[in-house]
Protein backbone atom coordinates (compact mmCIF):
# COMPACT_ATOMS: atom_id res chain seq x y z
CA UNK A 1 0.00 0.00 0.00
CA UNK A 2 1.18 3.08 -0.91
CA UNK A 3 0.81 6.19 1.60
CA UNK A 4 1.23 9.80 0.98
CA UNK A 5 1.19 12.12 3.95
CA UNK A 6 0.81 15.80 3.40
CA UNK A 7 2.62 18.51 6.03
CA UNK A 8 5.80 19.26 7.19
CA UNK A 9 5.97 19.44 11.12
CA UNK A 10 6.16 17.47 14.20
CA UNK A 11 2.10 16.31 13.93
CA UNK A 12 2.82 14.48 10.62
CA UNK A 13 6.59 12.91 11.71
CA UNK A 14 3.84 11.57 14.28
CA UNK A 15 1.60 10.31 11.66
CA UNK A 16 4.12 8.71 9.38
CA UNK A 17 5.64 7.55 12.31
CA UNK A 18 2.71 5.37 13.56
CA UNK A 19 1.62 4.63 9.89
CA UNK A 20 4.57 3.05 9.31
CA UNK A 21 4.12 0.35 12.18
CA UNK A 22 1.05 -0.77 10.48
CA UNK A 23 0.95 -4.23 9.15
CA UNK A 24 -0.10 -3.24 5.83
CA UNK A 25 3.72 -2.45 5.58
CA UNK A 26 2.90 0.79 3.70
CA UNK A 27 5.64 2.33 1.07
CA UNK A 28 5.73 6.10 2.90
CA UNK A 29 5.45 8.86 1.29
CA UNK A 30 5.78 12.85 2.63
CA UNK A 31 5.18 15.96 0.44
CA UNK A 32 7.40 18.24 1.42
CA UNK A 33 8.33 15.92 4.57
CA UNK A 34 11.22 16.79 6.67
CA UNK A 35 14.57 15.12 7.56
CA UNK A 36 13.34 13.05 10.88
CA UNK A 37 10.24 11.73 8.65
CA UNK A 38 13.24 11.17 6.00
CA UNK A 39 14.19 8.28 7.91
CA UNK A 40 10.68 6.40 7.19
CA UNK A 41 9.73 8.12 4.15
CA UNK A 42 10.82 9.34 0.80
CA UNK A 43 10.12 13.06 0.72
CA UNK A 44 9.34 15.29 -1.88
CA UNK A 45 10.23 18.19 -2.62
CA UNK A 46 8.93 21.12 -5.16
CA UNK A 47 5.38 20.45 -4.68
CA UNK A 48 2.62 23.31 -3.12
CA UNK A 49 0.61 21.79 -0.91
CA UNK A 50 -1.29 24.42 -1.22
CA UNK A 51 -1.95 23.22 -5.32
CA UNK A 52 -4.47 20.71 -5.01
CA UNK A 53 -3.94 19.83 -9.03
CA UNK A 54 -0.14 19.07 -8.60
CA UNK A 55 -0.91 17.35 -5.17
CA UNK A 56 -2.89 15.06 -7.08
CA UNK A 57 -0.65 14.58 -10.22
CA UNK A 58 1.84 13.35 -7.78
CA UNK A 59 -0.23 11.06 -6.32
CA UNK A 60 -1.37 9.61 -9.56
CA UNK A 61 2.57 9.47 -10.44
CA UNK A 62 3.55 7.73 -7.11
CA UNK A 63 0.67 5.17 -7.20
CA UNK A 64 -0.77 6.43 -4.18
CA UNK A 65 -3.63 4.55 -2.13
CA UNK A 66 -4.43 6.46 0.46
CA UNK A 67 -3.63 10.26 1.08
CA UNK A 68 -3.23 11.57 4.47
CA UNK A 69 -3.67 15.18 5.25
CA UNK A 70 -2.15 16.98 8.10
CA UNK A 71 -2.44 20.78 8.10
CA UNK A 72 -5.32 22.68 7.74
CA UNK A 73 -4.43 24.82 4.58
CA UNK A 74 -4.93 21.93 1.52
CA UNK A 75 -7.86 20.73 4.11
CA UNK A 76 -9.76 24.02 3.37
CA UNK A 77 -8.78 23.85 -0.32
CA UNK A 78 -10.80 20.95 -0.73
CA UNK A 79 -7.23 18.44 -1.65
CA UNK A 80 -9.59 15.41 0.13
CA UNK A 81 -12.49 16.48 -2.44
CA UNK A 82 -9.87 16.49 -5.45
CA UNK A 83 -8.37 12.97 -4.44
CA UNK A 84 -11.34 11.46 -4.21
CA UNK A 85 -12.51 12.85 -7.76
CA UNK A 86 -9.83 11.30 -9.10
CA UNK A 87 -10.53 8.00 -7.35
CA UNK A 88 -7.67 8.38 -4.86
CA UNK A 89 -8.78 7.83 -1.10
CA UNK A 90 -8.00 10.30 1.19
CA UNK A 91 -8.42 10.65 5.37
CA UNK A 92 -9.82 14.38 6.33
CA UNK A 93 -12.71 16.27 5.73
CA UNK A 94 -13.70 17.67 2.70
CA UNK A 95 -14.00 21.52 2.23
CA UNK A 96 -17.68 22.06 3.10
CA UNK A 97 -16.71 20.27 6.44
CA UNK A 98 -13.57 21.94 7.15
CA UNK A 99 -15.40 25.17 7.17
CA UNK A 100 -15.68 23.94 11.11
CA UNK A 101 -12.27 25.07 11.64
CA UNK A 102 -12.10 27.35 8.46
CA UNK A 103 -14.72 29.72 10.04
CA UNK A 104 -15.40 30.51 13.46
CA UNK A 105 -18.59 32.31 12.93
CA UNK A 106 -19.56 28.96 10.94
CA UNK A 107 -18.63 26.84 13.56
CA UNK A 108 -20.00 28.81 16.45
CA UNK A 109 -23.29 29.00 14.40
CA UNK A 110 -23.43 25.33 13.93
CA UNK A 111 -23.24 25.05 17.71
CA UNK A 112 -25.73 27.83 18.44
CA UNK A 113 -28.36 26.26 16.23
CA UNK A 114 -27.81 21.98 17.51
CA UNK A 115 -27.39 23.14 21.35
CA UNK A 116 -23.50 21.88 21.59
CA UNK A 117 -22.15 23.73 24.54
CA UNK A 118 -19.69 27.07 24.08
CA UNK A 119 -19.29 30.34 25.21
CA UNK A 120 -22.37 32.52 23.92
CA UNK A 121 -21.62 34.83 21.15
CA UNK A 122 -22.15 37.54 18.51
CA UNK A 123 -21.00 37.61 14.90
CA UNK A 124 -19.45 41.50 13.70
CA UNK A 125 -18.61 42.86 10.53
CA UNK A 126 -19.11 46.59 11.89
CA UNK A 127 -17.18 48.02 14.79
CA UNK A 128 -19.50 50.35 15.78
CA UNK A 129 -22.10 47.45 16.87
CA UNK A 130 -18.89 45.23 17.37
CA UNK A 131 -18.07 48.44 20.30
CA UNK A 132 -21.20 48.30 21.36
CA UNK A 133 -22.07 44.31 22.16
CA UNK A 134 -18.46 44.96 24.04
CA UNK A 135 -19.94 47.83 26.13
CA UNK A 136 -23.11 46.13 26.87
CA UNK A 137 -21.01 42.66 28.02
CA UNK A 138 -18.10 44.11 29.80
CA UNK A 139 -15.12 42.60 30.43
CA UNK A 140 -12.81 39.92 30.10
CA UNK A 141 -14.06 39.45 27.00
CA UNK A 142 -12.72 37.31 24.27
CA UNK A 143 -12.33 38.59 20.49
CA UNK A 144 -11.39 36.45 17.89
CA UNK A 145 -10.94 37.32 14.07
CA UNK A 146 -13.34 34.88 11.50
CA UNK A 147 -11.23 33.05 9.56
CA UNK A 148 -7.80 31.49 9.45
CA UNK A 149 -5.15 33.56 11.79
CA UNK A 150 -2.61 30.56 12.50
CA UNK A 151 -3.61 29.88 16.23
CA UNK A 152 -3.33 33.44 16.60
CA UNK A 153 -6.35 35.55 15.26
CA UNK A 154 -7.56 35.44 19.40
CA UNK A 155 -7.49 38.24 21.72
CA UNK A 156 -8.40 37.68 25.30
CA UNK A 157 -9.50 40.96 26.73
CA UNK A 158 -9.14 41.84 30.12
CA UNK A 159 -10.58 45.45 29.91
CA UNK A 160 -12.69 47.47 27.91
CA UNK A 161 -9.86 49.31 26.62
CA UNK A 162 -8.12 46.24 25.05
CA UNK A 163 -11.43 44.90 23.87
CA UNK A 164 -11.89 47.51 21.69
CA UNK A 165 -8.59 48.00 20.64
CA UNK A 166 -8.87 44.63 19.71
CA UNK A 167 -12.02 44.59 17.66
CA UNK A 168 -10.51 48.04 15.35
CA UNK A 169 -7.43 46.35 14.94
CA UNK A 170 -9.34 42.96 13.50
CA UNK A 171 -11.88 45.19 11.33
CA UNK A 172 -9.60 47.01 9.82
CA UNK A 173 -7.66 44.01 8.34
CA UNK A 174 -4.56 45.65 10.32
CA UNK A 175 -3.67 42.71 12.13
CA UNK A 176 -4.83 39.93 10.21
CA UNK A 177 -5.73 40.56 6.96
CA UNK A 178 -9.02 39.45 5.68
CA UNK A 179 -9.11 36.67 8.41
CA UNK A 180 -10.53 39.49 10.00
CA UNK A 181 -13.51 40.93 8.30
CA UNK A 182 -15.92 39.29 10.69
CA UNK A 183 -15.13 39.72 14.69
CA UNK A 184 -16.55 37.10 16.81
CA UNK A 185 -16.92 38.09 19.75
CA UNK A 186 -17.31 35.65 22.86
CA UNK A 187 -18.16 35.13 26.71
CA UNK A 188 -14.98 34.45 28.64
CA UNK A 189 -14.97 31.33 29.72
CA UNK A 190 -13.61 29.94 33.29
CA UNK A 191 -12.16 26.33 33.14
CA UNK A 192 -8.98 24.39 32.43
CA UNK A 193 -8.71 23.55 28.81
CA UNK A 194 -8.25 20.18 27.54
CA UNK A 195 -8.06 18.79 23.78
CA UNK A 196 -9.79 15.47 22.62
CA UNK A 197 -9.37 14.32 19.13
CA UNK A 198 -11.78 12.30 18.00
CA UNK A 199 -11.79 9.41 14.87
CA UNK A 200 -15.32 9.68 13.13
CA UNK A 201 -16.44 8.39 9.62
CA UNK A 202 -19.32 11.10 9.55
CA UNK A 203 -21.46 8.68 11.50
CA UNK A 204 -19.62 6.86 14.69
CA UNK A 205 -17.51 9.07 16.23
CA UNK A 206 -14.65 7.60 18.87
CA UNK A 207 -12.87 9.54 20.89
CA UNK A 208 -9.06 9.37 21.07
CA UNK A 209 -7.00 9.66 24.66
CA UNK A 210 -7.39 13.39 26.37
CA UNK A 211 -4.20 15.68 25.78
CA UNK A 212 -3.31 18.92 27.36
CA UNK A 213 -1.39 21.50 24.96
CA UNK A 214 0.52 24.39 26.53
CA UNK A 215 0.23 27.75 24.47
CA UNK A 216 1.78 30.30 26.00
CA UNK A 217 5.79 30.47 25.74
CA UNK A 218 6.96 30.28 28.63
CA UNK A 219 7.00 28.62 31.54
CA UNK A 220 3.65 29.34 34.83
CA UNK A 221 1.38 29.79 31.21
CA UNK A 222 3.53 33.72 31.02
CA UNK A 223 4.35 35.06 27.64
CA UNK A 224 3.01 34.92 24.39
CA UNK A 225 0.66 32.71 22.57
CA UNK A 226 2.38 29.81 20.60
CA UNK A 227 1.74 26.86 17.97
CA UNK A 228 2.13 24.83 21.03
CA UNK A 229 5.16 24.22 23.36
CA UNK A 230 4.37 20.91 24.73
CA UNK A 231 1.54 17.99 25.32
CA UNK A 232 0.74 15.42 27.79
CA UNK A 233 -1.60 12.46 27.72
CA UNK A 234 -4.16 12.01 28.82
CA UNK A 235 -5.21 15.09 30.83
CA UNK A 236 -6.50 14.10 34.47
CA UNK A 237 -8.94 16.77 34.06
CA UNK A 238 -10.64 14.66 31.09
CA UNK A 239 -11.69 11.79 33.61
CA UNK A 240 -13.73 9.00 32.15
CA UNK A 241 -17.33 10.30 33.64
CA UNK A 242 -16.16 13.97 31.76
CA UNK A 243 -14.56 12.38 28.32
CA UNK A 244 -18.12 10.52 28.17
CA UNK A 245 -19.83 14.15 28.75
CA UNK A 246 -17.88 15.44 26.04
CA UNK A 247 -18.61 12.85 23.78
CA UNK A 248 -22.61 12.61 24.40
CA UNK A 249 -22.80 16.52 24.60
CA UNK A 250 -20.53 17.67 21.99
CA UNK A 251 -18.74 15.04 19.51
CA UNK A 252 -21.67 12.91 18.47
CA UNK A 253 -24.44 15.90 18.45
CA UNK A 254 -21.62 18.10 16.05
CA UNK A 255 -21.27 14.56 13.91
CA UNK A 256 -24.59 14.71 13.38
CA UNK A 257 -25.16 18.36 12.50
CA UNK A 258 -22.47 18.28 10.19
CA UNK A 259 -24.36 15.44 8.03
CA UNK A 260 -27.90 17.20 8.81
CA UNK A 261 -26.21 20.21 7.09
CA UNK A 262 -24.84 18.13 4.32
CA UNK A 263 -21.65 18.61 5.49
CA UNK A 264 -20.49 14.93 6.53
CA UNK A 265 -17.36 15.22 8.64
CA UNK A 266 -14.60 12.31 8.22
CA UNK A 267 -11.36 12.36 9.47
CA UNK A 268 -10.28 13.71 12.90
CA UNK A 269 -12.39 16.01 14.67
CA UNK A 270 -10.60 18.07 17.14
CA UNK A 271 -12.36 19.34 20.30
CA UNK A 272 -10.65 22.10 22.09
CA UNK A 273 -12.45 22.33 25.56
CA UNK A 274 -13.06 24.05 28.56
CA UNK A 275 -13.72 22.03 31.73
CA UNK A 276 -16.07 24.69 33.18
CA UNK A 277 -17.99 24.13 36.41
CA UNK A 278 -21.22 23.43 33.97
CA UNK A 279 -19.19 20.57 32.72
CA UNK A 280 -17.55 21.16 28.91
CA UNK A 281 -17.75 23.39 26.52
CA UNK A 282 -16.30 23.67 23.07
CA UNK A 283 -13.53 26.80 23.05
CA UNK A 284 -12.66 25.30 19.18
CA UNK A 285 -12.92 22.94 16.87
CA UNK A 286 -10.38 22.07 14.16
CA UNK A 287 -10.72 19.65 11.14
CA UNK A 288 -7.50 18.14 11.91
CA UNK A 289 -4.91 16.90 14.38
CA UNK A 290 -3.54 19.08 16.71
CA UNK A 291 -0.40 19.45 16.93
CA UNK A 292 1.50 18.90 19.10
CA UNK A 293 -0.96 16.85 20.57
CA UNK A 294 -0.84 14.13 18.34
CA UNK A 295 2.83 13.40 18.90
CA UNK A 296 1.73 12.12 22.50
CA UNK A 297 -1.72 11.09 21.77
CA UNK A 298 -0.60 8.90 18.74
CA UNK A 299 2.11 6.70 21.04
CA UNK A 300 -0.40 5.87 23.36
CA UNK A 301 -2.57 4.36 20.21
CA UNK A 302 -2.25 0.38 20.16
CA UNK A 303 -4.40 -0.40 17.47
CA UNK A 304 -3.34 -0.26 13.97
CA UNK A 305 -3.67 3.31 12.51
CA UNK A 306 -4.24 2.44 8.23
CA UNK A 307 -7.50 -0.22 9.64
CA UNK A 308 -8.38 3.08 11.62
CA UNK A 309 -7.77 5.93 8.81
CA UNK A 310 -9.29 3.30 6.17
CA UNK A 311 -12.55 3.04 8.57
CA UNK A 312 -12.89 6.32 8.94
CA UNK A 313 -12.41 7.12 4.77
CA UNK A 314 -14.92 4.27 3.73
CA UNK A 315 -17.70 4.82 6.53
CA UNK A 316 -17.33 1.53 8.25
CA UNK A 317 -15.75 2.76 11.97
CA UNK A 318 -18.79 1.49 13.52
CA UNK A 319 -18.42 -1.77 15.45
CA UNK A 320 -14.46 -1.17 15.18
CA UNK A 321 -12.66 -1.73 18.65
CA UNK A 322 -9.99 1.19 18.81
CA UNK A 323 -7.33 -0.09 21.64
CA UNK A 324 -5.27 2.67 23.72
CA UNK A 325 -2.54 2.47 26.31
CA UNK A 326 -3.31 2.89 29.97
CA UNK A 327 0.35 4.78 29.67
CA UNK A 328 1.01 8.32 29.98
CA UNK A 329 3.14 10.36 27.23
CA UNK A 330 4.93 13.60 27.80
CA UNK A 331 5.77 16.02 24.45
CA UNK A 332 8.36 18.81 25.37
CA UNK A 333 8.93 21.33 22.33
CA UNK A 334 12.37 22.60 21.61
CA UNK A 335 11.88 26.23 19.79
CA UNK A 336 14.03 28.75 18.54
CA UNK A 337 15.33 31.43 20.50
CA UNK A 338 13.43 34.62 19.90
CA UNK A 339 10.18 32.11 18.80
CA UNK A 340 6.87 33.27 18.63
CA UNK A 341 8.77 36.08 17.06
CA UNK A 342 11.42 36.45 14.97
CA UNK A 343 14.14 34.24 15.09
CA UNK A 344 17.59 32.98 13.72
CA UNK A 345 17.80 29.56 11.61
CA UNK A 346 20.75 27.41 10.37
CA UNK A 347 21.92 25.91 13.89
CA UNK A 348 23.22 22.56 13.58
CA UNK A 349 21.08 20.42 16.18
CA UNK A 350 23.76 17.72 18.05
CA UNK A 351 22.26 14.95 20.27
CA UNK A 352 19.77 13.21 18.17
CA UNK A 353 21.36 10.00 18.07
CA UNK A 354 21.77 10.39 21.85
CA UNK A 355 18.68 11.36 22.63
CA UNK A 356 16.83 8.36 20.67
CA UNK A 357 19.26 6.19 22.02
CA UNK A 358 17.74 7.28 25.74
CA UNK A 359 14.52 6.38 24.41
CA UNK A 360 12.64 9.16 23.61
CA UNK A 361 11.00 9.49 20.30
CA UNK A 362 12.17 12.43 18.70
CA UNK A 363 9.66 14.10 16.15
CA UNK A 364 11.12 16.80 13.83
CA UNK A 365 9.08 20.10 13.23
CA UNK A 366 11.19 22.86 11.93
CA UNK A 367 14.65 21.10 10.66
CA UNK A 368 16.09 20.81 7.66
CA UNK A 369 19.73 19.59 6.47
CA UNK A 370 22.38 20.95 5.00
CA UNK A 371 25.58 19.46 4.31
CA UNK A 372 24.32 15.99 5.86
CA UNK A 373 23.78 18.17 9.29
CA UNK A 374 20.46 18.60 10.36
CA UNK A 375 20.30 22.07 11.58
CA UNK A 376 17.16 24.10 12.29
CA UNK A 377 14.78 25.66 10.18
CA UNK A 378 11.39 26.59 12.23
CA UNK A 379 10.28 28.48 15.16
CA UNK A 380 9.16 25.14 16.91
CA UNK A 381 11.73 22.65 16.06
CA UNK A 382 11.40 19.10 17.33
CA UNK A 383 9.12 17.76 19.94
CA UNK A 384 10.89 15.16 22.40
CA UNK A 385 8.53 12.47 23.33
CA UNK A 386 8.53 9.70 26.46
CA UNK A 387 6.30 7.42 27.81
CA UNK A 388 5.83 5.74 30.74
CA UNK A 389 3.87 4.13 33.42
CA UNK A 390 2.80 7.63 34.41
CA UNK A 391 3.11 11.31 33.61
CA UNK A 392 5.65 12.09 36.12
CA UNK A 393 8.06 9.12 34.73
CA UNK A 394 6.65 10.34 31.03
CA UNK A 395 7.75 13.98 31.88
CA UNK A 396 11.15 12.95 33.67
CA UNK A 397 12.15 11.02 30.51
CA UNK A 398 11.52 13.23 28.32
CA UNK A 399 13.28 15.88 30.11
CA UNK A 400 16.18 13.68 29.84
CA UNK A 401 16.03 13.25 26.30
CA UNK A 402 16.26 17.17 26.04
CA UNK A 403 19.23 17.21 28.03
CA UNK A 404 20.74 15.52 25.72
CA UNK A 405 19.51 17.79 22.90
CA UNK A 406 21.67 20.90 22.00
CA UNK A 407 21.75 24.04 19.07
CA UNK A 408 22.12 27.53 19.56
CA UNK A 409 19.39 29.98 21.09
CA UNK A 410 17.40 26.35 21.92
CA UNK A 411 14.57 27.22 24.43
CA UNK A 412 11.97 25.34 26.01
CA UNK A 413 9.64 24.87 28.94
CA UNK A 414 10.41 23.20 31.66
CA UNK A 415 7.07 22.67 33.14
CA UNK A 416 5.81 20.69 30.45
CA UNK A 417 2.40 18.59 32.54
CA UNK A 418 2.81 20.74 35.12
CA UNK A 419 -1.08 20.55 36.39
CA UNK A 420 -1.11 16.19 36.11
CA UNK A 421 1.93 16.50 38.38
CA UNK A 422 0.48 18.75 40.84
CA UNK A 423 -2.63 16.94 41.27
CA UNK A 424 -0.57 13.95 41.90
CA UNK A 425 0.98 15.68 44.93
P1 LIG B 1 -8.74 29.45 19.93
O1 LIG B 1 -7.81 29.82 18.81
O2 LIG B 1 -10.18 29.70 19.65
O3 LIG B 1 -8.44 28.07 20.43
O4 LIG B 1 -8.31 30.35 21.17
C1 LIG B 1 -6.98 30.41 21.63
C2 LIG B 1 -6.96 30.41 23.14
O5 LIG B 1 -7.70 31.53 23.65
C3 LIG B 1 -7.66 29.20 23.72
O6 LIG B 1 -6.83 28.09 23.78
C4 LIG B 1 -8.06 29.71 25.08
O7 LIG B 1 -6.97 29.67 25.98
C5 LIG B 1 -8.40 31.15 24.82
N1 LIG B 1 -9.84 31.32 24.62
C6 LIG B 1 -10.50 31.29 23.45
N2 LIG B 1 -11.82 31.47 23.62
C7 LIG B 1 -12.02 31.61 24.94
C8 LIG B 1 -13.17 31.85 25.77
N3 LIG B 1 -14.37 32.02 25.24
N4 LIG B 1 -12.98 31.94 27.10
C9 LIG B 1 -11.75 31.82 27.63
N5 LIG B 1 -10.63 31.61 26.92
C10 LIG B 1 -10.74 31.51 25.60
N1 LIG C 1 -2.20 22.53 19.56
C1 LIG C 1 -3.18 23.37 19.01
C2 LIG C 1 -3.61 23.05 17.65
O1 LIG C 1 -3.17 22.12 17.03
O2 LIG C 1 -4.46 23.78 17.15
Same mark, same amino acid.
Given at each position: ?????????????????????????????????????????????????????????????????????????????????????????????????????????????????????????????????????????????????????????????? +??????? @?? *? =? !? $???????? /???????????????????????????????????????????????????????????? +??????? @?? *? =? !? $???????? /??????????????????????????????????????????????????????????????????? @????????????????????????????????????????????????????????????????????????????????????????????????????
Amino acid at each position: MNILVIGSGGREHALAWKLAQSKHEPKLYAVPGNPGMAEIAECIAGVSIADNSALVSLAKEKAIDFVVVGPEVPLMNGVVDAMEAAGIKAFGPKKAAAEIEGSKAFSKNLMKKYGIPTAKYEVFTDAEEARAYVEKEGAPIVIKADGLAAGKGVIVAE +TLGDARD @AV *D =E !I $LSGKAFGT /AGNRVVIEEFMMGEEASLLAFTDGKTICPMVSSQDHKRAFDGDKGPNTGGMGTYAPAPVM +TSDMVER @AT *D =E !I $LKPVIAAM /AKEGRPYAGCLYAGLMITEEGPKVVEFNARFGDPETQVVLPLLVSDLVDIMLACTDGTLGGMKIEWS @AASSVCVVMASGGYPKAYPKGFPIDGLTKAKAAGTLVFHAGTAEKDGQIVTAGGRVLGVVAKAANVKEAAFAAYKGVSAISFEGAFYRRDIAHRALERMK
